[in-house]
């Protein structure tokens, strides 16, 4: 590691929020990666519902009887952990149940002081016994207004406006500094050209965009991945265009074309790794970006799609809720990305500071 390198590194060791900010950021890609580990509800993306508890606070206890399945889960590890669970067990919130032999005589969970209906469940495999199909289940956050455990679901969405920063800035990269650096280097009419292009690009609205670009290539996943990076490569390549200008005029630069460096090997080899500093910080900034558009779109309804757990989706399907007097079914996601967001412009500040050599 050079000595300019450890400086910058230690310099961003004594900010305090941006080291914070770095842990939170780890912890938050953990539990991205293995959120169904974490999570109560480890069904695919924690959906099980059960309507009968909706909305219901957080702290809630329900006894919960699960009905075995004949159809088999034949999901391999890996598959269960990154993935989560296929659900075969029929799960019934009961408020009273009674067993005998092997019939459980139960009543079905009823909310506003109703009275549940009461059902028979017969076991035919002697390898369950009957306690063990009946649990105490609670919902740390309370459930969500199908029902849903709101934890898990918090837990699992996680996934998707964590992983959005990455592609959308890898694509954003990727482009953006292609661009900038055949504009910023060659100049002339190739630069003209490219400017037109980053002008255009930049005047039209990030949002409609990227609304436009999610409906031709059509609602999904890995679309509004794809539609939020092509967006956000102008701003890269502004910066990489206006560095390399004033980098091509160096003494380095000079002597590697009088080498007889190819233009190629001098972009890539002498001048991009003297420019990444702003760069560095951009991509911060464009994550923090990438997390709110993906949650903007979301809530539009053109995001990720049901039954996809997404923190957007998530303001969108109870932001009612805040004026009915359950204001955290909207306000808990919202704050996740309120706090991912915050880390991201965090960090992108302590890099500043720390690749700042003026400094």
């Not at 029929?90 to 059902?119: H, M, Q, R, V, W």
């Amino acid at each position: 590691m050079s000595s300019l390198s450890k400086l910058a590194l230690q310099k961003f060791k004594k900010n305090f929020w941006g080291v914070f900010s770095f842990y939170f950021i780890v912890f938050v890609g953990i539990i991205s990666v293995f959120a169904y580990v974490f999570a109560p509800d480890n069904s695919q993306y924690a959906n099980q519902m059960h309507i009968s508890i909706h909305s219901k606070s957080p702290g809630f206890n329900v006894k919960m009887l699960s009905i075995p399945s004949q159809i088999e889960n034949k999901q391999g590890f890996l598959d269960k952990i990154f993935f989560g669970k296929i659900n075969t067990v029929t799960e019934i919130p009961i408020s009273e149940y009674t067993i005998k032999n092997t019939t459980i005589s139960y009543t079905e969970f009823a909310s506003d002081g109703l009275i549940g209906i009461e059902k028979y469940y017969t076991i035919k495999d002697n390898t369950f016994k009957p306690e063990t199909l009946i649990t105490q289940k609670t919902f740390y956050l309370g459930t969500d207004k199908y029902g849903r455990d709101l934890l898990s679901r918090v837990l699992v969405g996680a996934r998707i406006s964590f992983f959005i920063g990455f592609v959308a800035v890898f694509i954003s990269l990727f482009i953006g500094v292609f661009m900038g650096s055949v504009a910023g280097y060659f100049g002339g009419k190739v630069d003209a050209f490219i400017m037109w292009i980053i002008n255009v690009t930049w005047s039209i609205p990030t949002l409609l965009l990227v609304i436009a670009i999610t409906l031709a290539l059509g609602k999904g996943f890995w679309q509004v991945f794809i539609a939020v990076g092509l967006t956000m490569w102008v701003e890269v390549a502004r910066v990489v265009r206006g560095q390399i200008i004033s980098a091509k005029e160096m003494q380095y630069v000079t002597a590697a074309r009088a080498l007889g460096f190819r233009n190629f090997r001098i972009i890539t080899k002498h001048i991009l790794p003297n420019i990444m500093a702003p760069v560095i910080v951009i991509c911060a900034a464009n994550f923090a970006a990438a997390i709110l558009i993906e949650s903007g779109l979301s809530f539009l309804g053109i995001g990720a799609q049901p039954p996809m757990a997404s923190w957007g989706a998530m303001i969108k399907d109870h932001y009612n809720y805040i004026i009915l007097g359950k204001p955290y079914l909207a306000l808990v996601p919202g704050l996740c990305i309120m706090l991912l967001v915050m880390a991201f412009m965090l960090i992108g500040n302590a890099l500043r500071d720390a690749l700042d050599v003026k400094s």
